[in-house]
């Protein structure tokens, strides 16, 4: 019975790996042109590196929203959008509204105490 399990899902991989279909948009009347792939692509790449050991890279600005029960944010913008993101391990000498920094971090999977921002760890970090 096992073998039989393994080789229905084997089948059902295989079926399913080996038949492309066309990109078609929402109403499935016009295919996706090249240009409109590239353009995808190219918001892909806005999103910060993440190098081996899960960390990434940015710059950002920190912003004070102490008045929102948050404290000091860090405004990135990825994907052309800005994003708000919670150092749980924020020197104070980096507590200044509006400074430009240069950073290494990573997420946290601590839960965060803002409701506008992901967490995040910093393992480096510098004034831009």
Known sequence: MKHIAIALILLTLSIGCGTRK????SDQSEIISDE????????MNDVPDMDV?????????????????C?????MIIEEEPKLFEPLNLDS???VEGMSVEMIYRFSRRPSNCLIALPIIIDKIAVK
């Open 71 to 75: 404290g000091f944010l860090v405004e």
């Open 53 to 69: 050991n899960g960390a990434f890279s940015s710059t950002g600005i920190i912003r004070d929203k102490s008045s929102e029960n």
């Open 93 to 95: 000498a980096f507590c």
């Open 36 to 43: 409109e792939v590239d353009n995808q692509l190219d918001k």
């Open 22 to 25: 066309d990109a078609k948009s």
